[in-house]
């Protein structure tokens, strides 16, 4: 991901973001964390069960093969359930592979049950094992029981109280073993003491187990540590790339979610790509203070790690950004494409009126989200890439690496792309005019194979009209609208945001697009961001 691309999250809780907070339940993993060794215990429950398999395939062809490499003594107690044992593993196994998925947004509990459910294995091989004793154990025995003792607390951590209690649980299960088979009628001559001494590897691996227990919770409680920036603690990782992370984080004080994009310098490749990374994440973080408009993504808080990571917190979207809403629901009405595109406008109005050109305007930087009680309320992103006249206290014009175009190839005006050309905020209202033929249509102005062949179709090509690729009505007069946005002169395009948003105001629609339309739309499509349950995250900013 580079530092032009958006991160979006749909409408789907996170196994992190329905988790309980871990400092209150004892394990000091951070959620995603915890979310993570969720995934394990599903996938060592299936392990699980593939290696059971294995044992009754073993036990059925093998049968005869083992039958006469027995002692005489076990021959005559012959036969040994094997299979049955087996079978059971292979249910408790897939049981517990339920409860993993459906537990997801429990983790605590999850981890907790993959205790039991390590327990359980154990006795079922003991079972098997124990079922006909081995005469005259004369030292200690190394049991598989031991062996998952010691890697099951790595794969599903815990804390190391409980850690310790089902591994002497689990540890316990050979002795328990064999006094079964006794109690069954099979000769057992061992002493109390002489099973201890068979058996005491499986306790001391039920000790040594709280060691990892003990490391992973004292890293966990670094990672936690090392989350906190200023005032809010990081939570859990809701976008990556090749700079850094975006993470959902909470105000140590406040109840206040937010998204913080952190930027590590050693991610960041040569010094110069660094610097002129570093300068633009700085500006971005500047820019936006600076502008009030309510359809502009706002920040809360800008600094540097002791580690010299650059990070922002901003505010935490309820919503999806456009590209995802097409992509997911397909081109929009008419109408309610001119609703977004008129807020949206609102947000580049200030900005030009301010002396700054987006240069990245683009569907997946315009966000439609809850904001209180609205919804399809724009906020547009990543400011990262703008050029500011007038910035106070910086001379911008050096925040950019020479030689390089910026933006996005799909959005970018001809202007942009032509040597020595001059850019003015028209640039953007082009960028704008690529945003509405994507909402329209559901496709970009122009396809093409690389980058290079898609800037050069908007130097030279004509677009067809949007009506002509769209199976919804789309007025002409929107039409001609887009088609002035995407004129290949600046001079021909409306002047500013200002113009582009009174004229789609203009614009005669079959049916407006209001409040209300847009709440029943919410509704009917993303009902769960209407629950009263504790609010996920659902849309971070840039990164």
Not at 39 to 60: D, E, N, S, Y
Not at 310 to 315: G, L, T
Not at 418 to 424: F, R
Request: net charge neutral; aromatic share 8%.
């Amino acid at each position: 991901m580079s530092h032009d691309r958006v991160i979006a999250r749909e409408f789907t809780p996170s196994t992190e973001e329905a988790s309980p907070a871990p400092a209150r339940v004892g394990l000091q993993l951070p959620a995603d964390l915890l979310a993570q060794s969720c995934k394990r215990v599903g996938i060592a429950a299936l392990v699980f069960a593939g290696l059971w398999l294995t044992g009754i395939l073993i036990q059925l062809v093998g049968r005869n093969f083992f039958l006469e490499a027995m002692p005489a003594y076990m021959q005559e107690h012959w036969p040994v359930p094997g299979a049955y044992f087996a079978s059971a593993g292979v249910l408790l196994s897939l049981v517990m592979l339920v409860l993993a998925a459906r537990l997801r947004h429990r983790p605590v509990l999850l981890l907790d049950i993959g205790l039991v459910f390590m327990v359980l294995t154990s006795a079922i091989i003991a079972g098997w094992n124990q079922w006909i004793p081995i005469e005259g154990r004369t030292g200690p025995t190394i049991s598989w029981i031991a062996i998952i003792i010691l890697v099951y607390p790595t794969i599903a951590p815990n804390t190391p109280g409980k850690i310790l209690v089902a591994g002497l649980a689990a540890a316990s299960m050979d002795p328990l073993g064999v006094l079964f088979a006794s109690m069954r009628g099979i000769p057992v001559s061992a002493t109390g003491f002489e099973l201890f001494t068979a058996f005491w590897p499986n306790y001391l691996s039920a000790f040594l187990a709280m060691l990892p227990a003990r490391i992973i919770g004292r890293l966990g409680r670094q990672v936690r540590k090392a989350r906190e920036l200023g005032s809010y603690r990081l939570m859990n990782v809701i976008g990556k790339g090749g700079m850094g992370e975006v993470y959902r984080a909470e105000h140590r004080l406040l109840a206040r979610p937010a998204a913080i994009k952190l930027i590590r310098p050693d991610l960041l490749g040569t010094s110069r790509e660094a610097q002129v990374t570093l300068s633009r994440f700085r500006r971005e973080a500047e820019v936006v203070a600076t502008l009030r408009s309510p359809h502009t993504i706002e920040l809360y808080d800008f600094g540097v790690t002791d580690e010299g990571s650059f990070y922002f917190v901003m505010e935490l979207l309820e919503g999806m950004d456009l590209e995802s809403l097409v992509k997911r629901f397909g081109p929009l009405p008419a109408e309610r494409a001119v609703y977004l595109t008129i807020q949206a406008c609102q947000s580049l109005a200030e900005a030009h009126q301010r002396g700054m050109i987006h240069r990245d305007i683009k569907p997946s930087n315009i966000h439609t989200c809850r904001m209180g009680l609205e919804v399809d309320f724009v906020k547009v992103l990543d400011f990262g890439l703008v050029k500011a006249e007038r910035l106070p206290g910086r001379d911008v014009t050096q925040l950019t690496s020479p030689d390089l175009t910026t933006g996005t190839p799909a959005f970018m005006a001809p202007e942009m792309i032509e040597e020595g050309a001059s850019v003015d905020p028209r640039i953007d209202i082009y960028a704008m005019g690529c945003v509405l033929y994507w909402m329209l249509t559901g496709g970009l102005v122009f396809d093409a194979v690389n980058a290079v062949a898609m800037m050069m179709k908007h130097v030279n090509d004509t677009p067809d009209p949007p009506s002509s690729r769209s199976e919804q009505h789309v007025p002409p007069e929107l039409d001609a609208i887009v088609m002035a946005c995407l004129a290949k002169k600046p001079g021909d395009r409306p002047r500013d945001a200002v113009e582009l948003a009174r004229q789609l105001a203009a614009c005669p629609l079959p049916e407006p697009w209001t409040e209300q339309r847009a709440t029943r739309w919410w509704e009917a499509h993303l009902a769960e961001l209407f629950s009263d349950a504790p609010p996920s995250p659902p849309a971070a900013p840039a990164l």
